[in-house]
């Protein structure tokens, strides 16, 4: 990916996995706070998160969006609860160390098998 804006500093992450626990919005909630925290990132409003109701689209899509704002930018997190997945993006205008979000995802979400990553 081309830097078409050298000037000004981003760092992007994508973190992929499948997950072994019970995720309710409240472990969201906690999770994104505490990776934040984790990260020296300060968070500036309290996470949103979503979960549609049934039928508001396919069903193997059901789980969670959420998004947490931070003085450096944000974290979005998305959860296929049918699947046990989920697709993690910290995008922020401040550095941070990418083995503590991977290592702190893969503990929270207790993975087991392999753990996907991309910085971008």
Not at 80 to 87: A, G, I, L, M, N
Request: include cysteine.
């Amino acid at each position: 990916m081309k830097n078409i804006a050298p000037e000004i500093f981003r760092q992007r992450l994508l973190i992929e996995g499948f997950y072994s626990i019970d995720i309710r919005k409240q472990d969201l909630d906690t999770y994104l706070r505490e990776l934040a925290s984790h990260l020296d990132l300060r968070i500036y409003g309290d996470p949103i998160i979503f979960s549609p109701a049934s039928g508001m689209g396919k069903k193997e899509n059901q789980g969670f969006d959420a998004f947490v704002p931070l003085i450096d930018s944000g974290i979005s997190a998305y959860i296929w609860s049918s699947h046990q997945f989920f697709s993690i993006v910290i995008y922020t205008c401040k550095g941070f160390d990418e083995q503590k979000a991977i290592n702190y995802t893969r503990a929270f979400f207790k993975v087991s098998a392999e753990i996907e990553h991309m910085s971008f």
